[in-house]
């Protein structure tokens, strides 16, 4: 799985699809047994999987930000998209991939 450089951290990801309709999905484990995102890339979505921060092979957390981590994670997010390229995205996730969900906006 590619790693891609995302300010002062790496984030792994996987891709599925292409065109520009963005889908991107961040979570702690992307298990591929269970992977809705790959069928919606065979429905014309460009899907961007994403390992946060501290899971896989994405930098490794060194410090404990307690209830911040959503916001980080979030802006992770964000800061991927940018580094992509992607202006707009649709956004999905489970577990702590839902959480992330809420603080997009």
């Not at 964000?78 to 996730?93: E, H, L, N, R, S």
Request: hydrophobic share 35%.
């Amino acid at each position: 799985m590619p790693v891609l450089k995302v300010k002062d951290i790496e984030l792994e990801y996987v891709e599925y699809g292409s065109g520009d309709r963005y889908l991107l999905c961040s979570q702690q484990h992307h298990f591929s047994l269970v992977n809705y995102t790959k069928d919606l890339a065979d429905k014309g979505f460009h899907v961007f999987n994403i390992t946060i921060r501290g899971y896989g092979r994405s930098t490794r957390i060194k410090e404990d930000l307690g209830d911040t981590w959503y916001d980080v994670w979030a802006q992770d997010t964000v800061d991927f998209a940018d580094a992509m390229g992607i202006d707009k995205f649709f956004y999905t996730g489970v577990s702590h991939g839902a959480g992330i969900g809420w603080y997009l906006g």
